[in-house]
T-cell receptor, first 116, second 115 residues
């Protein structure tokens, strides 16, 4: 299995500011994803983080609002830009395609974001 | 398009009772993967099981068991002799074929096990 860590674990931010969330995997994974979980809701895929190229966004999510980087096979960042209270959610990073566990996805502990 | 339905929003049981969490899915793919995850109050997602669509054998792991019925597009999860520590939100998820593809999650079932 893979161990995924996220920083920060939680934050409280002011409207209009931006926050960058870091995701670190302890093993090389082929795929990395970012999900959002709004309060009391299920997980919704934001985008697939592609190494060395632009992320692939799901319907309803755009690069200007959620820029993503993935410089290598173990690290990715998600920025939540120009935040509003509606962005208050848990943001989760996941990784998959680990050698020996190709079809499993492992999740980080999440980043709890509150926007005032 | 893929869709996962967990019709049970909340379930409460008394400790030691058995409980079944329902999951129904829709997909046009002929092969796919099904998952169950547990999310305790701490918020972390805990992987429970992955099932390939071509393997319809039911699986048992300790007090957990899973019943995959391709004919009814269901992948139900049973906890036998429930314990208070089983209290959590349980998510069923579906992914298309291929290595580690994105997951489509159901809305989750909040299970509360009372002492």
């Amino acid at each position: 299995s893979a161990v995924i860590s996220q920083k920060p674990s939680r934050d409280i931010c002011q409207r209009g500011t931006s926050l960058t969330i870091q995701c670190q995997v302890d093993s090389q994974v082929t795929m990395m994803f970012w999900y959002r979980q709004q309060p009391g809701q299920s997980l919704t895929l934001i985008a697939t983080a592609n190494q060395g190229s632009e992320a692939t966004y799901e319907s309803g999510f755009v690069i200007d609002k959620f820029p993503i980087s993935r410089p290598n096979l173990t690290f990715s960042t998600l920025t939540v830009s120009n935040m509003s209270p509606e962005d208050s959610s848990i943001y989760l990073c996941s990784g998959g395609g680990l050698a020996g566990s190709y079809n499993e996805q492992f999740f980080g502990p999440g980043t709890r974001l509150t926007v005032l | 398009a893929q869709k996962v339905t967990q019709a049970q929003t909340e379930i409460s049981v008394v400790e030691k009772e058995d409980v079944t969490l329902d999951c129904v899915y829709e997909t046009r793919d002929t092969t796919y993967y099904l998952f169950w995850y547990k999310q305790p109050p701490s918020g972390e997602l805990v992987f429970l099981i992955r099932r390939n669509s071509f393997d319809e054998q039911n699986e048992i792991s300790g007090r957990y068991s899973w019943n995959f019925q391709k004919s009814t597009s269901s992948f139900n999860f049973t906890i036998t002799a429930s314990q208070v520590v089983d209290s959590a939100v349980y998510f069923c998820a579906l992914s298309p074929p291929g290595s580690a593809r994105q997951l489509t999650f159901g809305s989750g079932t909040q299970l509360t096990v009372l002492p």
